[in-house]
């Protein structure tokens, strides 16, 4: 089984920063690409920020600039750094993996329970 857990989310004025954290366990043997993603109210899940274990980086164009995302290969983590946070910012992130649990397993995409990023004006 695999395990994404996400810690880092609250409260915060606009302007301000957040740095929410990922970490993935279990039976894993090899993570291809970590990321971000985020729901609003009525809204659909979209893409924040992803990651390849080689350190290439993809950002959604509303948060370019104000986010940071990084990964530790070793530790299975991956962060975003989020500043300059803005009200339309406010949404549960979702922490996202593809994965490997074996070397002959096809790679599986996997998700966390999500934390919650409320900016306020």
């Known amino acids: 089984q695999v395990h994404l857990v996400e810690s880092g989310g609250g409260l915060v004025q606009a302007g301000g920063s957040l740095r929410l954290s990922c970490a993935a366990s279990?039976?894993?043997?090899?993570?291809?690409?970590m990321g971000w993603y985020r729901q609003a109210p009525g809204k659909q899940r979209e893409l924040v920020a992803v990651?390849?274990?080689?350190?290439?980086?993809n950002y959604a164009d509303s948060v370019k600039g104000r986010f940071t995302i990084a990964r530790d290969n070793a530790k299975n983590t991956v962060s975003l750094q989020m500043n300059s946070l803005k009200p339309e910012d406010t949404a549960v992130y979702y922490c996202?993996?593809?994965?490997?649990?074996?070397?002959?397993?096809?790679?599986?995409?996997?998700w966390g329970q999500g934390t919650q990023v409320t900016v306020s004006s």
């Open positions: 996202n993996a593809d994965l490997r649990t074996r070397p002959t397993y096809p790679t599986g995409n996997y």
């Open positions: 990651i390849t274990s080689g350190g290439s980086t």
């Open positions: 279990g039976s894993i043997f090899s993570i291809t690409a």
